[in-house]
């Protein structure tokens, strides 16, 4: 069974299931939805908790043995397994396989992973698991999602805000759940009556968000051009390489680059896409950002990156932020990006 988060809380009133498996990439989420498991089954009479990290040191035969020496005096236990973020070996999966086959009702497995992929959700462990327990996967919402993640995070709390109000908190801490939990918490103890408007907001609050390369390219890929230079104003604020992130573009660019020129060839679509191994959920934005950027202008912005990154290893007095800007406004379609310069 999958449950997310938000509704963990609603699910555990029902009772404890005999496992749980967290992933994903948000930190903030995979500990409050352990601490949240944990305090239930204490409640439930779990007292004993035994901690293991999967690895090539793990005696996988001391798992089964806090699982099956049980005497009648003995605490209810949790088992819990952390994979690690390589994935597990074949012989991991099936060592995880006969732990879950050897749960009973005085035993709770609590498993921790990064964010999993389409192959390991079709994996015998993890159906096995899923089938017997719950899975919660705990990644961190996305630009559209968080409006609606911090609304209800406000209500959990008794904090009441308006659309602008929730879309400022969005801008304000994207890609940082943790400082969003603390600028919440903050906000009711500064707020009594749970009201938050944006002046209250903008007057307790610090910008907390954080972004990354690959979030300016999801935003590039989409065409999202206020997106875009708000994440690019935010990487130089940050003090972020601009080589990093030219270098980032630069492999997009020449990914994006081959694919038109296979659809040049009459290659169908879905086949670019498969071959360069896109994953279903992000094909939209593959599909949308070739629509919209023709060959004639993939090498226009290739050119301008060379350009750039040119620049920034020789000319160490000029910033290279303006025209990286403006680069990000042509691949959204906004403007015809920088006149090449002379070699």
Request: net charge neutral; proline share 5%; with cysteine.
């Amino acid at each position: 069974m999958r449950v997310y988060p938000e509704q963990l809380a609603e699910r555990l009133k029902q009772g404890l299931a005999s496992a749980y498996l967290l992933a994903g990439n948000e930190p903030l989420l995979l500990q409050e939805t352990a601490d949240r498991v944990r305090q239930q089954a204490r409640d439930a009479g779990f007292l004993e908790r035994h901690s293991y990290n999967i690895d090539n040191q793990l005696d996988w035969n001391e798992v089964l043995d806090n699982c099956q020496a049980l005497s009648l005096f003995s605490s209810r236990q949790i088992i819990e397994l952390i994979m690690p973020d390589s994935g597990i070996t074949a012989t991991q999966a099936k060592s995880l396989q006969t732990v879950i086959d050897a749960l009973h009702p005085d035993i709770l497995l609590l498993v921790q992973s990064p964010r999993l992929n389409k192959k390991q959700e079709s994996s015998a462990w993890f159906k096995a698991l899923t089938t017997q327990g719950i899975y919660v996967p705990c990644n961190t919402p996305d630009a559209r999602q968080l409006p609606r993640f911090i609304q209800q995070r406000c209500q959990q709390l008794g904090l009441t805000a308006d659309a602008e109000t929730i879309q400022i908190l969005a801008q304000w801490h994207e890609g940082n759940l943790l400082a969003l939990a603390q600028s919440l918490h903050k906000l009711t103890l500064i707020y009594p009556d749970g009201t938050l408007t944006l002046p209250r907001i903008q007057e307790a609050l610090s910008r907390h968000n954080h972004y990354t390369p690959f979030q300016l390219l999801d935003a590039l890929l989409a065409g999202q051009a206020k997106r875009s230079q708000r994440i690019v104003r935010q990487l130089e604020a940050e003090g972020v390489e601009a080589i990093i992130v030219l270098r980032t573009l630069q492999r997009e660019l020449t990914q994006l680059y081959r694919m038109q020129e296979m659809g040049q060839q009459g290659i169908p679509l879905n086949r670019i896409l498969e071959n360069f191994r896109v994953w279903q959920n992000r094909r939209e934005l593959y599909v949308g950002a070739l629509h919209r950027l023709p060959l004639p202008t993939l090498l226009k912005a290739i050119q301008q990156l060379s350009q750039l990154e040119r620049q920034a290893k020789t000319d160490y007095d000029t910033s290279v932020w303006p025209g990286l800007s403006t680069l990000c406004a042509m691949m959204c379609g906004l403007s015809k990006g920088l006149p090449l310069l002379p070699h």
